[in-house]
């Protein structure tokens, strides 16, 4: 016999020590008990051995098979206990790390002002309404007294929906992007028992030739308080006392005369310019937002028209209201001192991260 099985043993362990890899291992194991297998040697050379030694050596070479095996699937699940740890530390997840931060954005400063506004008004007890952006005639002009052939169309450029949609349609019911949140008022009054005491900030549109003040699409608040003894007194004050809370304390208010065919009286009302603190003038130049007249035209208002009360089912001579529409664009213009609300559309993010 070249070699004894307890040189065998020695060899085998020594190798397996040096292991690392199951590849390794599978190579070691076809050493010793694949095809090849040292032992199958060592049984090669017993046939000239006498019957007990060959019993001994019988006996002890399967032991020693028996040890191989058992010692290759001991260091088999070693090896992988050891692949698994390396590759969970690996993999480990650490929720501690650090990257670098990623902005979340933030509120426009259009959104910003219209939350203000109900803020203020829902502080002064109105309840914020909706309406549709795409409106229908009835609703956006009929209603409000403005019919067909009345001049006071015209003073709303009008995006009308394509053709082939109203001509199909008839007077009254063609569509329209809505002009002005103004048509939420009829709604309001067709579906509701009274008081009411509205807010409705939306988006409305208009084909304008675009300027410091002026925006093809842009967001106005209206209001509407219809109820028993309702007075222009109340109009004003509670426009009075909005303005100056969302302004400064200082903020004067001016109620010009107007002309709108929903109300009656009507009147506009301008606060004084925030931007040139009403003076008209920046570095001696006309202030771009009043036009250097120091004040600002913000909304129209008026005691709601008699016709519109009849035609929504309120009886005219019992209940009175009051509305008022304000552009929430010149507002923010106004509050945070941009110079043209045209800046709040063009997307310019050094510009909104500033509120
Ligand atoms: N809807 C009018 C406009 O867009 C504003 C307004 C609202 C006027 C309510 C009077 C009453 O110009």
Not at 163 to 179: A, C, E, H, V
Request: aromatic share 10%.
């Amino acid at each position: 016999m070249s070699l004894s099985l307890s040189d065998l043993k020695n060899n085998f362990n020594s190798k397996l020590q040096n292991l690392q890899t199951e590849t390794q291992l599978k190579d070691l194991q076809e050493e010793y008990l694949g095809k090849k297998w040292l032992l199958k040697g060592i049984l090669a050379g017993i046939k000239d051995l006498s019957n007990q030694e060959k019993k001994t050596i019988g006996v002890e070479s399967n032991t020693l098979k028996e040890y191989i095996l058992q010692e290759l699937q001991k260091k088999s699940a070693e090896i992988q206990a050891t692949r698994i740890q390396k590759q969970i530390e690996s993999e480990t997840l650490d929720v501690t790390a650090q990257f670098p931060s990623r902005s979340l954005g933030h509120k426009h400063p259009i959104s910003i002002t219209t939350e203000l506004l109900e803020d203020i008004f829902i502080s002064l007890g109105f309840r914020v309404e909706d309406g549709p952006q795409i409106e229908t005639e009835k609703f956006n002009f009929d209603m409000l007294n403005i019919p067909d052939n009345h001049p006071a169309r015209d003073v709303w450029d009008t995006f009308w929906i394509s053709d082939d949609i109203n001509s199909q349609r008839k007077p009254g019911d063609k569509y329209l992007l809505r002009t002005h949140t103004s048509p939420v008022q009829v709604r309001t009054m067709l579906r509701e028992e009274l008081p009411i005491k509205i807010i409705v900030p939306g988006r409305v549109f208009r084909y304008e030739q675009e300027d410091a003040r002026h925006t093809c699409n842009f967001y106005q608040l209206e209001g509407l308080v219809v109820g028993e003894g309702v007075t222009f007194w109340d109009l004003k004050w509670t426009l009075d006392t909005a303005m100056k809370s969302l302004l400064w304390d200082q903020t004067k208010t001016r109620f010009r005369p107007s002309i709108f065919p929903f109300t009656e009286p009507s009147a506009e009302v301008d606060v004084s310019c925030q931007i040139c603190n009403g003076t008209g003038k920046i570095a001696e130049k006309n202030c771009s937002m009043c036009s250097g007249t120091g004040w600002v035209e913000l909304l129209g208002s008026g005691m709601v028209h008699p016709f519109v009360l009849e035609w929504c089912g309120i009886d005219p001579e019992k209940y009175s209201g009051f509305a008022f529409g304000m552009g929430i664009d010149r507002i923010a213009a106004q509050r945070f001192g941009v110079s043209s609300s045209r800046a709040f559309y063009q997307s310019k993010l050094k510009l909104n991260e500033q509120f």
